[in-house]
């Protein structure tokens, strides 16, 4: 089902969308670019307007202290308009609005987000031709450039809504997964910033066959478990073997961080995307205050930093239409 017809097609005579595209936990333990899952909250926004000429005509950028680039070429948002424009064969003019809701470098999918929503609404201002597949690989061009990798784990839960599994390769392909009854996640943001490029460039190129063992083992028994509501599962394959291990020194105090949400109630916790961010998953939503409380407060007493808190069910929405004029 295209996602046009999900959030409902705009008449002809639209001259602008607005989109919201909602951030986003990656890896979630074992599934390294290839799982993951909607938050409720935060969001970006990304306005699209029909403008006299060809092409993007102009870009804005409000909510990020004037951090994200402007220039068309280098902005996730633009880019992922741009792929919508190619793709449809379009000379339309276009007016870009980006609106940050998302923290920079925070691990929450940022440029992705911004990406998915700008490739939502270019396409649904020329008459929401695209499907969801088509409309990830726009958004994929933009997020490639904010990250510097190919991965599509932020943007296809952004764009899709819930957890999502996502196939490596080309067509690219994402699969919804259900997610267990009562499940809430619980995301702790610390004041503090890591860039994904960089924390990709350190992991290198190899990893031992043990550890890439224990990653394909947990990752196909954490499907299982979200399949099967299995909580024992899902606290025994939330383990990351490649990543968190060599990343866990970018994020003053991650490790204790963990260890206070799992001893407040969380089940499962770790490195959301490529940190700075921890997330937690939890049995119910006063778990999950009591986690998110328990996190911020140990990123205060190890690192010194305040946190933001989400609290968010596990099967969020995807990106979705607000308005249109
Ligand atoms: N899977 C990606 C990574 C997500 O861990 O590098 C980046 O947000």
Do not use: Y
């Not at 046009?4 to 602008?16: E, I, K, L, M, N």
């Not at 994929?140 to 510097?148: D, Q, T, V, W």
């Not at 399949?227 to 024992?232: K, Q, R, V, Y």
């Amino acid at each position: 089902m295209g996602l046009a017809s999900a959030t409902g097609r705009p008449p002809r005579s639209v001259r602008s969308v607005r989109v919201f595209a909602p951030a986003s936990v990656s890896n979630l333990g074992p599934g390294f670019d290839i799982f993951g899952l909607a938050l409720e909250r935060p969001g970006d926004e990304v306005v699209v307007r029909a403008a006299p000429g060809s092409g993007i005509v102009s870009l804005t950028v409000t909510g990020d202290g004037g951090r994200v680039p402007t220039d068309p070429l280098r902005n996730a948002a633009a880019l992922a308009v741009q792929g919508v424009l190619d793709r449809l064969d379009s000379d339309a003019g276009v007016a870009i609005e980006v609106h940050k809701g998302i923290p920079l470098a925070s691990g929450l999918g940022g440029s992705a987000a911004s990406a998915v929503a700008g490739a939502v609404a270019a396409d649904a201002l020329l008459g929401g031709a695209l499907d969801r597949t088509a409309l990830l690989e726009c958004a994929l061009i933009g997020e490639r450039k904010g990250s510097g990798a190919d991965h599509a784990d932020n943007a296809a839960p952004s764009l899709a809504g819930g957890f999502v599994l996502v196939l490596p390769g080309r067509p690219t392909r994402m699969v919804k997964l259900p997610t267990p009854p009562g499940m809430v996640v619980a995301v702790a943001h610390p004041a503090l910033e890591v860039e994904t490029l960089g924390a990709r460039v350190i992991l290198g190129d190899t990893i031992p066959l043990s550890a890439g063992i224990r990653q394909w083992g947990n990752a196909a028994g954490l499907v299982a478990a979200f399949f099967e509501g299995d909580w024992e599962l899902i606290e025994r394959c939330v383990r990351d073997a490649v990543a968190e291990p060599a990343r866990a020194g970018l994020v003053p105090g991650f490790q204790p961080v963990r260890v206070a949400a799992l001893e407040a109630g969380a089940v499962a916790a770790g490195l959301s995307g490529s940190g700075p961010s921890v997330f937690a998953l939890c049995r119910g939503r006063l778990a999950a205050e009591s986690a998110a409380a328990a996190m911020a407060e140990a990123f205060m007493l190890e690192a010194g930093v305040k946190s933001d808190i989400v609290i968010s069910g596990a099967n969020a929405a995807g990106a979705r239409i607000l308005e249109t004029e």
